[in-house]
């Protein structure tokens, strides 16, 4: 399977929107997967907003291809670090898989935590 990445940024005020789209072509390119973030220069951080995959490519590298993507646009734009808030199980799991540290709540579980990565 041929995932193509596409990224692309807009400004809004003092932050950079961005989204990663995951393409498979089999007749007809068709989008499988999707990452949303925002960067704020000042800070040099990036909040990790959502990251989609369609059920049947789930498990297959998708994910991972989009945020390693992501993640170069985030160096060569100078972010510091990454933060996000895993919500499901498998969230967790993939933050954990792509470098983050997960700090839990007050609730017992680690899910709807603070999940941090730094890149430099």
Sequence with gaps: ?????????????????GI????????????????EFSMSPLLGEVRLNSITVARHYRRTGVGRKMYEAAEKVWREHGMKFVTATPVTEEGLHFLESMGFEVRPTLLPSKIGGLAIKRLS
Excluded: C, F, P
Excluded at 1 to 17: A, C, H, I, P
């Design 1 to 17: 399977m041929q995932v193509e990445v596409d990224v692309k940024l807009t400004k809004s005020g003092n932050r950079t929107e």
């Design 20 to 35: 990663v789209r995951a393409l498979v072509e089999n007749k007809r390119k068709r989008q499988v997967g999707i990452l």
